[in-house]
C-alpha cells in the first residue's frame, strides 16, 4: 500500500439533525409545542418532493429538521437500537427548567424514566410520538470562563481515572475546575495551595 500522509474533516459543532417524521403537525406539535423549539423554517425536502422539511432551533441556534409526509402516521414503537442506528438525542435544559421535568412529563401523561443521577448531570428520559428517544439534560456544573462543558470532562476525566475511582462524581468536577482555572489563571501568589485562614 502506499504511504499517504491523510488529513482530517475537522468538525466544528454540529450543524443539524434530521429525523424522518409522520405528519407535519405531530412533528410541530412536539417539538414546539413539548420540548418548546421554534418553528422557523419550512420548504420542502429537496430529495423528496412529496415530502416538507421543518426545521426547529432546539436553543443554541443549531436545527433540528425533520422530514414529514402526510401518508405517515406516528407509530409510537421504540425505534431500532441496533448498530448503527441513533440511541437517544439529549438536549441541554436549564436546572430550573430540568425541576420541572417530571410534573410538565406527567400532566401530559408522557411515561418517562424519572430522574437519572449521571454523576456530572441530570438527565430524564422519554420517547417521543414516533419512538425515538429523548434525553433532557441538566449539568450540575457551570465551566469556568473561557472553557466549554467537554474541556471540563476532559479534565475530569483524567482526574478519575488517575485516583482509580470508576465514575465520575462532583469533586472530580470540582477538581478540574480548579485545575483549570490555576492553569489559565496568574496570580501574584508563589503558593496557590489550598490554606485555611480560620
Known amino acids: 500500500m502506499e ?3 491523510f488529513r ?3 468538525s466544528q459543532g454540529v450543524h443539524h439533525i434530521t429525523l424522518v417524521g409522520a405528519d407535519r403537525q405531530t412533528s410541530i406539535d ?12 419550512e420548504q420542502p425536502n429537496l430529495d423528496v418532493p412529496s415530502e416538507s422539511h421543518l426545521y426547529f432551533d432546539p436553543g443554541d441556534g443549531r436545527l433540528i429538521t425533520i422530514f ?6 406516528p407509530d409510537p414503537r421504540r425505534t431500532p437500537t441496533e448498530p448503527g442506528c441513533v ?13 420541572q421535568a ?6 401530559r401523561g408522557i411515561r418517562h424514566s424519572g430522574v437519572k443521577d449521571r454523576g456530572f448531570m441530570d438527565s430524564i428520559y422519554f420517547n417521543d410520538p414516533l419512538g425515538l428517544t429523548i434525553e433532557l439534560a441538566s449539568y450540575r456544573f457551570e465551566p469556568p470562563f473561557g472553557f466549554t462543558h467537554a474541556d471540563v ?10 485516583r482509580g475511582d470508576y465514575n465520575i462524581a462532583e469533586i472530580h468536577l470540582a477538581d478540574a475546575i480548579e485545575a483549570l482555572t490555576e492553569r489559565s489563571r496568574g496570580s501574584l501568589s508563589h503558593d496557590r495551595s489550598p490554606k485555611n485562614p480560620y
Open 153 to 162: 470532562l476532559l479534565e475530569a476525566h483524567r482526574i478519575r481515572v488517575g
Open 3 to 5: 504511504n499517504r500522509q
Open 87 to 99: 440511541h437517544h438525542i439529549a438536549f441541554s435544559v436549564s436546572k430550573a427548567t430540568f425541576s
Open 102 to 107: 417530571v410534573a410538565r412529563l406527567d400532566e
Open 8 to 10: 482530517k474533516l475537522q
Open 30 to 41: 412536539f417539538w414546539e409545542g413539548v420540548l418548546g423549539m421554534p418553528f422557523v423554517f
Open 68 to 73: 414529514t409526509n402526510e401518508d405517515r402516521k
